[in-house]
């Protein structure tokens, strides 16, 4: 009964050869888009998948109101940080991250490169994230201004065979930045793939850091919960956190919102 079938098929196909033709390619079209598109989105969702702690992280933003509109900015005040992992306990750990900007010239004996994926963070940045050394102490490697973390890359281009970990960058012809460790690759697809990782506490000594909460659109500020909290219980609380920190004329244009690591399309924006 199936050769039957597939006889008449194949007649058919061969009565109506330019009619098939188009059949066919549409059909074959349609299933390489189909599954293009599967790839896509398979290759979309996988993203930030790897890191363990993934369903307790969460960024904290600032809505400006400006009239009657909200302005949001993923990445808030400085002090921002340090505030809630003081006054709220159930903020277990907390990094600032600070995008460092583009074309940052770093030199090393006679090699000079510019450098446009470098950001600064905190040493909780390790807790937070899954992310791992290749060399280096995790525990220890951004404890201490002018420290720095690099990609295997990113050594070989400046360093060749020499053994990174110890050897001093310097910076924009003035600041010296000690290689504390090398990053090794994400286990996963990341947005957060970095070249160079400063610890944060080097702005404060470049003289780049300021406390004032009037300061928007600085650093990403992300937080990790304990297990029985979430961003709800933590929302509720923000309002008091404004109260304290900010004077009056600011608190009553800026309010904080808290998002789920997993609900965000980009991460550092």
């Known amino acids: 009964m199936f050769k039957n079938y597939f006889t008449i098929a194949f007649r058919n196909i061969i009565k109506h050869k330019i009619f098939s033709i188009i059949n066919i390619i549409g059909f074959a079209i349609g299933l390489a888009s189909c599954l293009l598109i599967s790839l896509y989105v398979f290759n979309e969702i996988s993203y930030e998948k790897f890191h363990n702690n993934r369903d307790h992280i969460y960024r904290v933003g600032v809505n400006l109101t400006h009239g009657d509109n909200k302005i949001p900015f993923a990445s808030g005040m400085p002090p921002l940080g340090p505030a809630l992992l003081s006054e709220f306990p159930e903020v277990k750990e907390m990094t600032r991250i600070r995008v460092a900007g583009e074309n940052i010239q770093f030199t090393y004996n006679d090699k000079e490169f510019t450098e446009n994926n470098m950001i600064y963070a905190e040493p909780a940045y390790f807790d937070i994230f899954s992310f791992k050394l290749k060399s280096g102490d995790i ?6 201004p002018y420290s720095i973390l690099l990609k295997q890359s990113v050594c ?29 690759e994400p286990i996963g697809n990341t947005q957060m793939d970095f070249d160079m990782i400063a610890s944060y506490s080097s702005l404060e000594a470049m003289g780049q850091y300021s406390d004032q909460w009037g300061q ?3 650093d990403h500020t992300f937080i990790m919960l ?19 920190n900010v004077n009056p004329g600011m608190a009553s244009i800026i309010t904080l919102f808290v ?11």
């Open 139 to 144: 525990s220890t490697a951004l404890d201490e």
């Open 156 to 184: 070989d281009k400046y360093f060749g065979n020499e053994y990174p970990v110890g050897k001093t960058l310097l910076m924009e012809g003035e600041t010296n930045f000690k290689v504390t460790g090398i990053l090794a």
């Open 216 to 218: 928007f659109g600085v």
């Open 226 to 244: 304990d297990e029985n909290s979430d961003e709800n219980s933590l929302s509720e609380k923000l309002p008091q956190l404004i109260e304290n």
């Open 259 to 269: 998002t789920p690591f997993n609900d965000l399309d980009r991460l550092i924006e």
